[in-house]
């Protein structure tokens, strides 16, 4: 087993965090939402940290330009893929992985009609926080309402959501008046709403909610401190990012800090899938001795021949394009990689949350 354990080390890194402002100046002329631009500005420094060793110090500005118009050229078509990808971001599918055309179907027109039985209000808040990315402080903003009343609001209509779901995918009405009421109550967690609605004697006359209501009590157990995102393509790698923003914004990181943790997320998740092909990141909120996110990737791929080389600045593990390994170790204040080969990669990084500074 090979392993290596660093903190982010000083020397001659390319300053990314002054680059910043000129990308997203760049790219917020071009484009209008600003979650898409802040995924197109996280890309960008991907890039251009991936090349950095080969470009002149000085030319790194330009460089960063140049690639920012590239990379909102290429936007248009990876756009267009991600709508397909809408419904697996989501995440509400019972099936692993519907490799099934005809489940894949089912399970879209599932969704289409789950979406479809929300409130119009209830449906564009939902898109915008899952697909758009935009964090619950900034609908907040938009809304007039906490980011905690958002939350609260979201969690609700993700409950609704699973219960039509699985209604449509069934394709079954609910028998009884009761039985909406029951499943959410049991699809939102809450023990109170629960035992008003007398949820635990429904399930025992009502055979209907009764299978539905497993998956639906399976979902409610998620921790609000952690969130796993299993990693299987491109739209994972976009999911994973987003959910480690979204912490990191709830943890009170600055915006630019949440873009380069964004960043090494994006970057580790990336490898899993080029590499590996499947795997799991963990994000967890800390809060000793500060606030601070844990990031653990995992996979059972091949492994890595030589860590440290891997590690070494100018070596990408993959043709140049991104910035591998070595990047996001140095985007992050402690990273520990261990590869076994044969049986997988653990990657372990953590960024703490400057002190003084919780909003920019
Ligand atoms: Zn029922």
């Known amino acids: 087993m090979e392993s290596a354990d660093a903190s982010a080390d000083p020397g001659e890194d390319p300053d990314i965090t002054a680059l910043i402002p000129v990308v997203r100046r760049v790219i917020r002329a071009r484009v209008s939402d600003p979650s898409a631009a802040e995924d197109l500005v996280q890309e960008t420094l991907v890039r251009v940290l991936g090349a950095a060793h080969r470009i002149e110090p000085g030319t790194l500005e330009p460089y960063a330009i140049v690639t920012a118009r590239n990379v909102v050229a290429s936007m248009w078509k990876e756009r267009d893929r991600h709508r397909r990808n809408q419904h697996r971001v989501l995440d509400l599918s019972p099936v692993e992985a519907p490799d099934d055309e005809l489940l894949r179907q089912e399970d879209e027109k599932a969704i289409t009609t789950a979406l479809e039985r929300l409130s119009e209000r209830e449906r564009q808040t939902l898109l915008a926080h899952e697909v758009s990315g935009l964090d619950t402080r900034v609908l907040g903003d938009d809304l007039g309402l906490t980011a905690g009343a958002v939350a609260a609001q979201l969690n609700r209509t993700r409950a609704r959501l699973r219960v039509e779901y699985l209604l449509a995918l069934h394709d079954i009405s609910a028998p009884t008046p009761q ?182």
């Open 179 to 360: 039985c909406r009421p029951v499943l959410l109550a049991l699809s939102s967690g809450e023990r109170r709403r629960q035992r008003e609605v007398h949820a635990a004697r429904h399930l025992l006359e009502c055979d209907v909610c009764a299978d539905l209501s497993l998956p639906l009590m399976s979902r409610g157990q998620q921790s609000d401190t952690e969130v796993r995102v299993p990693i299987h393509d491109a739209p994972d790698v976009v999911l994973a990012r987003k959910q480690a923003r979204e912490l990191a914004s709830r943890l009170g990181f600055s915006g630019t800090d949440q873009t380069i943790l964004a960043t090494a997320v994006s970057e580790i998740a990336r490898n899993i899938v080029r590499f590996a092909g499947k795997g799991v990141v963990l994000i967890e909120m800390l809060d000793d001795p500060r606030p601070g996110l844990r990031v653990t990737a995992s996979d059972t791929g091949p492994g890595i021949t030589d860590v440290d080389r891997a590690l070494r600045d100018g070596y990408s593990t993959y043709n140049g394009l991104g910035m591998g390994l070595p990047g996001a170790r140095r985007l992050m204040d402690e990273f520990t990689l261990v590869s076994e080969l044969g049986r997988g990669t653990t990657v372990t990084m953590t960024k703490w949350r400057q002190e003084g500074t919780p909003h920019e």
